[in-house]
């Protein structure tokens, strides 16, 4: 991992996302994914109101078949390549985990600061894929929005912040384009 904290600032430029078409295994086994969820669980979280969840899709028939549920109720007209192509996010990585958004109640800490917190936890748990050697992406896209996928998912105010894919890169990783930090970076007073 970090031979000393002189090449921590590297390695975090190193991280890059990945995409989940293009991942392929090895993915993490149960103990690494165990692993690497509890390291995204060490994040900011103003008054300790863990306003996250994790779920751990197992299931990839399963969920496919709840994406394909999900897509024909908007589009009851749908082609089978469309409704192949909706359905493909099931199958794509070797380890899909959703992180939720769960609001919880709290006279002091307001719901923008919990979601703040849920995109923290997202962030560390893309840091720990790659700490682990694995490249991870997160995708929201329509299944995040679709009240079919929710419902059967979610409990509650729960809502989905995303789709996690963590696997191995089945090709070169791009870099994105980055801010320059003059346009979004300013001084006070």
Not at 120 to 126: E, H
Not at 170 to 180: I, K, T, V
Request: aromatic content about 8%; some cysteine; charged content about 20%.
């Amino acid at each position: 991992m970090f031979n000393n904290l002189s090449s921590l600032p590297a390695y975090l430029a190193s991280r890059r996302s990945g995409k989940p078409r293009d991942m392929v295994a090895p993915g993490p086994d149960a103990d690494q994914l165990d692993a690497l969820l509890r390291l995204a669980m060490r994040t900011p979280d103003h008054g300790k109101l863990f306003p996250w969840r994790f779920v751990k899709i197992d299931d990839r028939k399963a969920f496919a078949a709840l994406l394909e549920k999900a897509f024909l109720a908007d589009n009851p007209d749908a082609r089978p390549a469309q409704i192949e192509a909706a359905i493909a996010p099931a199958h794509m990585a070797p380890a899909l985990v959703l992180l939720l958004y769960a609001p919880q109640p709290s006279a002091k800490i307001p719901l923008w600061e919990q979601q703040l917190s849920v995109g923290a936890v997202g962030m560390n748990l893309l840091h720990a894929a790659h700490v682990f050697n694995f490249v991870a992406g997160w995708i929201t896209g329509w299944a995040s929005y679709s009240p079919v996928v929710r419902d059967a998912i979610c409990t509650g105010d729960e809502q989905i912040a995303g789709l996690f894919y963590i696997g191995s890169a089945g090709q070169p990783l791009e870099e994105r384009p980055r801010p320059d930090p003059a346009q979004i970076v300013r001084n006070w007073p």
